[in-house]
């Protein structure tokens, strides 16, 4: 199922400007009719597992037949990294096949089909492959050309050492809001972050706490997250991604 004619193509990635931009260019080149959508450009670098839970949980936003161009990719060029695609919940996953797609798989195992990337573009650097193999590919497949993947076993690439809840800080954002692995839904009614050995109080949105006053909430995508009224809990904290917090009794 596509949301359109031309489904929007979606970029997600922990490198920023100016890789962003060169990505966007080969889009424009390739497909040009798709609508680019910037997602993330700053998933804590490297980090694999947290990419996967970001991925998981804002995908849902983005309209089934998109086509992801996903790049946490540590293991660029090497030989023990195999580039694919994953198709699940009616979206296109095109990156590393290293755990980022994990979650996603989780969240929608029903329809989850996985794929290699044979195809082999003319140039290719050894170390952006988000420019030379997975936009291009990323455009082919927004196209309809899926001529460039080639069937996987789903099970091999799979990472059953990855929590479905991830303990951890995995993202800040530019108001200074800490966003946690850690799925709301999974919390009891009495249940709190506590991070850094301070229990937090758990609200339903910020104005439920005077200004200036460290909480925690559900977020937008399901996900606890430390917040300061009116202020940047990273900053006053002192912390950032990979702060390991608790799930605590309020």
Not at 155 to 161: C, G, S
Not at 182 to 189: C, K, P
Not at 192 to 202: F, N, Q
Request: aromatic fraction near 8%.
């Amino acid at each position: 199922m596509t949301c359109c004619a031309h489904p929007p193509i979606v970029l997600f990635c922990d490198f920023g400007l100016p890789y962003t931009g060169q990505m966007k260019g080969r889009l424009l080149a390739d497909a040009p009719e798709h609508r680019v959508i910037d997602l993330f450009h700053d998933v804590p670098a490297h980090d694999v597992r947290a990419g996967s839970v970001l991925l998981a949980a804002f995908s849902d936003d983005l309209p089934q037949g998109s086509v992801f161009v996903c790049v946490v990719d540590p293991g660029v060029g090497s030989a023990t990294r195999q580039p694919g695609a994953v198709f699940a919940g009616g979206r296109w996953f095109i990156g590393p096949l290293n755990g980022v797609f994990e979650h996603v798989l989780r969240r929608w195992p029903d329809d989850a089909k996985a794929y290699e990337i044979t195809s082999v573009p003319e140039t290719l650097s050894s170390t952006f492959h988000g420019r030379d193999l997975f936009a291009p590919e990323a455009a082919k497949v927004a196209n309809g050309d899926r001529g460039g993947l080639s069937p996987l076993d789903l099970h091999a690439l799979r990472h059953p050492e990855f929590c479905d809840d991830v303990a951890e800080i995995i993202y800040a954002d530019g108001f200074g809001n800490l966003m946690t692995g850690v799925r709301a839904a999974t919390l009891g009614s009495d249940e709190t972050v506590d991070v850094m050995g301070r229990k937090l109080p758990r609200v339903r949105t910020f104005s439920d706490v005077e200004s200036g006053v460290i909480f925690c909430f559900e977020n937008a995508v399901g996900l606890m997250e430390i917040a300061v009224n009116q202020g940047n809990a990273q900053v006053i904290l002192q912390i950032g991604p990979s702060t390991p917090i608790k799930v605590t009794k309020e």
